[in-house]
Protein backbone atom coordinates (compact mmCIF):
# COMPACT_ATOMS: atom_id res chain seq x y z
CA UNK A 1 0.00 0.00 0.00
CA UNK A 2 0.98 3.27 -0.59
CA UNK A 3 -0.36 6.59 -0.66
CA UNK A 4 0.29 10.48 -0.67
CA UNK A 5 0.52 11.93 2.69
CA UNK A 6 -0.49 15.29 4.52
CA UNK A 7 -0.13 16.30 8.11
CA UNK A 8 -1.66 14.59 9.98
CA UNK A 9 -1.18 11.25 8.38
CA UNK A 10 -4.76 9.52 7.74
CA UNK A 11 -4.53 6.27 6.44
CA UNK A 12 -7.46 5.69 4.26
CA UNK A 13 -10.57 3.04 3.52
CA UNK A 14 -9.20 0.47 6.32
CA UNK A 15 -11.64 -2.34 6.48
CA UNK A 16 -12.49 -3.47 9.87
CA UNK A 17 -14.57 -6.95 10.43
CA UNK A 18 -16.92 -8.10 13.32
CA UNK A 19 -19.11 -10.64 13.46
CA UNK A 20 -21.96 -9.36 12.22
CA UNK A 21 -20.47 -6.53 9.51
CA UNK A 22 -17.64 -4.91 7.82
CA UNK A 23 -16.51 -1.07 7.69
CA UNK A 24 -13.89 0.96 6.31
CA UNK A 25 -13.01 3.49 8.35
CA UNK A 26 -9.87 6.38 8.22
CA UNK A 27 -7.55 5.98 10.76
CA UNK A 28 -4.77 8.54 11.99
CA UNK A 29 -1.49 6.94 12.01
CA UNK A 30 0.17 6.62 15.78
CA UNK A 31 3.76 5.21 15.40
CA UNK A 32 3.33 5.79 19.75
CA UNK A 33 0.10 3.57 19.84
CA UNK A 34 0.45 0.01 21.17
CA UNK A 35 -2.65 -0.55 19.52
CA UNK A 36 -5.29 0.21 17.20
CA UNK A 37 -8.22 2.26 18.39
CA UNK A 38 -11.43 2.54 16.82
CA UNK A 39 -14.97 4.52 17.80
CA UNK A 40 -17.37 2.94 19.90
CA UNK A 41 -19.86 3.54 17.35
CA UNK A 42 -17.82 1.86 14.50
CA UNK A 43 -17.72 -1.28 16.58
CA UNK A 44 -21.09 -1.50 17.48
CA UNK A 45 -22.21 -1.17 13.36
CA UNK A 46 -19.61 -4.26 13.11
CA UNK A 47 -21.37 -6.62 15.80
CA UNK A 48 -19.37 -5.68 19.22
CA UNK A 49 -21.16 -4.21 22.27
CA UNK A 50 -18.23 -2.42 24.10
CA UNK A 51 -19.78 -1.64 27.22
CA UNK A 52 -20.27 -5.47 28.05
CA UNK A 53 -16.54 -6.00 27.26
CA UNK A 54 -14.85 -6.79 30.48
CA UNK A 55 -11.33 -6.58 29.49
CA UNK A 56 -10.32 -3.55 30.05
CA UNK A 57 -6.88 -1.24 29.62
CA UNK A 58 -5.27 1.91 31.16
CA UNK A 59 -5.02 4.65 28.56
CA UNK A 60 -3.26 8.05 29.46
CA UNK A 61 -5.95 10.79 27.77
CA UNK A 62 -5.44 14.51 27.57
CA UNK A 63 -7.98 14.74 30.15
CA UNK A 64 -5.87 11.97 32.54
CA UNK A 65 -6.18 8.29 32.45
CA UNK A 66 -9.09 6.51 31.82
CA UNK A 67 -10.16 2.70 31.65
CA UNK A 68 -11.01 1.70 27.81
CA UNK A 69 -12.76 -1.98 26.67
CA UNK A 70 -9.79 -4.57 24.70
CA UNK A 71 -11.63 -6.31 22.38
CA UNK A 72 -10.33 -8.83 19.09
CA UNK A 73 -11.66 -7.59 15.94
CA UNK A 74 -12.21 -10.49 13.19
CA UNK A 75 -9.84 -8.39 11.01
CA UNK A 76 -7.96 -5.60 10.03
CA UNK A 77 -7.40 -5.40 6.21
CA UNK A 78 -5.29 -2.39 4.45
CA UNK A 79 -5.51 -3.57 0.26
CA UNK A 80 -3.87 -6.53 0.44
CA UNK A 81 -2.45 -6.46 4.35
CA UNK A 82 -4.26 -8.37 6.32
CA UNK A 83 -4.21 -9.42 10.61
CA UNK A 84 -6.71 -11.33 11.77
CA UNK A 85 -8.11 -11.64 15.38
CA UNK A 86 -6.73 -8.32 15.66
CA UNK A 87 -6.38 -6.30 19.44
CA UNK A 88 -8.39 -3.11 19.09
CA UNK A 89 -9.12 -0.49 21.92
CA UNK A 90 -12.65 1.04 22.05
CA UNK A 91 -12.31 4.55 22.46
CA UNK A 92 -14.17 7.65 20.87
CA UNK A 93 -11.13 10.37 20.68
CA UNK A 94 -13.43 13.75 20.97
CA UNK A 95 -10.89 15.95 19.47
CA UNK A 96 -10.84 13.96 16.20
CA UNK A 97 -13.19 14.97 13.61
CA UNK A 98 -12.93 13.19 10.00
CA UNK A 99 -11.24 10.16 11.62
CA UNK A 100 -12.56 7.01 13.58
CA UNK A 101 -9.21 6.06 15.59
CA UNK A 102 -6.11 5.48 15.27
CA UNK A 103 -4.00 2.93 13.41
CA UNK A 104 -1.63 2.15 15.99
CA UNK A 105 1.70 -1.02 16.42
CA UNK A 106 0.15 -3.77 16.19
CA UNK A 107 -1.08 -3.84 12.90
CA UNK A 108 1.62 -1.80 11.57
CA UNK A 109 4.19 -4.02 13.46
CA UNK A 110 3.36 -6.91 10.77
CA UNK A 111 5.16 -4.64 8.28
CA UNK A 112 7.62 -2.61 6.42
CA UNK A 113 6.21 0.97 7.08
CA UNK A 114 8.28 3.38 5.39
CA UNK A 115 7.30 7.27 5.86
CA UNK A 116 9.09 9.75 3.08
CA UNK A 117 7.94 13.27 4.23
CA UNK A 118 10.33 14.53 1.46
CA UNK A 119 8.49 13.04 -1.13
CA UNK A 120 4.94 13.04 1.28
CA UNK A 121 4.54 9.27 0.51
CA UNK A 122 3.55 6.39 2.95
CA UNK A 123 4.38 2.76 2.07
CA UNK A 124 3.28 -0.24 3.95
CA UNK A 125 4.67 -3.57 2.81
Known amino acids: MRQ ?25 LDTGSRFTVLNWDILKDIGYDPAIIGERV ?22 ELLCKATEVIAY ?7 VDGLLGLNFLSHYRTVIDYREKVIEIV
Open 92 to 98: TIPEFVG
Open 4 to 28: KIELPIIIERVKIEGPTAAREVNLL
Open 58 to 79: SLVTANGIIEAPLLKVESISLG
